[in-house]
């Protein structure tokens, strides 16, 4: 009953779903925990959400942002980003070690707790290295705060670097981690690149996931 009248108050199939999802989990850990004998969600299935495709940065964007890049910690992590199609938690748990600089690429540990190497353009190598070069920490992680202590950059620190860059930039679109993942995987496809390596490099379980996503 309260699914339905949250549905007629006009919101999207994706935030029915999601408040779906937050039930089932709820009452799921109810049930486990013994606090009720029966689940209520158990037969409540998920609603269908509307499939919208997000459109990818165009190279002239792209330049843009670049522009707007006002430290080496911001240069390094757009361009890793962009240019690894790395998604935002294997960001955050990069580790300096993780790194094969000869060989401009890296490994990641992705969805699954599935293990993979990712690639880095020339431009992501010299930028990262000027990065860990100005540091005076020991700190392992590739990415750190600014503030003492030093520790690893979460993950609400990277989106807020990717929020200063837009501003800094005057760039009138929203910038997180997936968008530059999915840029730079369909600017692998524009210039030609299979459909199956691009599938490997972003980690997909499914080249259809890659079709769409590209």
Known sequence: MHLAKYAKTGVKNTTIATRTDILRGFFNWLHNEEYIAKNPMNKIKTIKAESRLREPLTYEELEILRTGCKTLRQKALLELLYSSCIRLAECVNMNISDIDWHNNRATVIGKGNKERTVYFNARA?????????????NCPALFVTERKPIKRLERRGVQRELKKIQ??????????????????????????????????ILGHDSIETTRIYV
């Open 125 to 137: 190598k010299i930028y990262l290295q000027e990065y860990l070069n100005s540091r005076l920490d």
């Open 167 to 200: 501003e800094q930039s005057g760039i009138d679109i929203n910038i997180f981690a997936h968008k530059l993942r999915h840029t730079g995987a369909t600017h692998m496809s524009q210039k030609g690149i299979p459909i199956e390596i691009i599938s490997e």
